[in-house]
């Protein structure tokens, strides 16, 4: 399921976005914004975790998150 939006972007946001359609690196404005609002959804829970982990340093419950963490490459998260 699915809700539409209104959004205002400034003009060059809205540009970039429509570059990408354009050359063929999203199949529209929406696919843009959607892969945008995942990738900003995927960094909040990342700095959420990174503050459970310094808050508890010595927890052996968190090794495993931490040792699994440090394998994510950058590039995967898309």
């Known amino acids: 399921m ?4 209104a959004v205002r972007l ?5 540009d ?10 999203a199949t529209s404005r929406a696919a843009v914004v959607t892969r945008a609002l995942e990738r900003e959804r995927r960094r909040e829970v990342a700095a959420r975790d990174a503050e459970i982990l310094a808050a508890n340093p010595h927890d052996p ?13 950058m ?3 898309d």
Not at 16 to 25: M, P
Not at 61 to 68: E, I, P
């Open 61 to 73: 419950d968190l090794d495993a998150l931490a040792d699994f963490a440090a394998t994510v490459r």
């Open 75 to 77: 590039d995967d998260l």
């Open 16 to 25: 970039f976005v429509d570059t990408l359609v354009a050359h063929g690196r």
């Open 2 to 5: 699915s809700k539409q939006i």
């Open 10 to 14: 400034p003009d060059d946001l809205v």
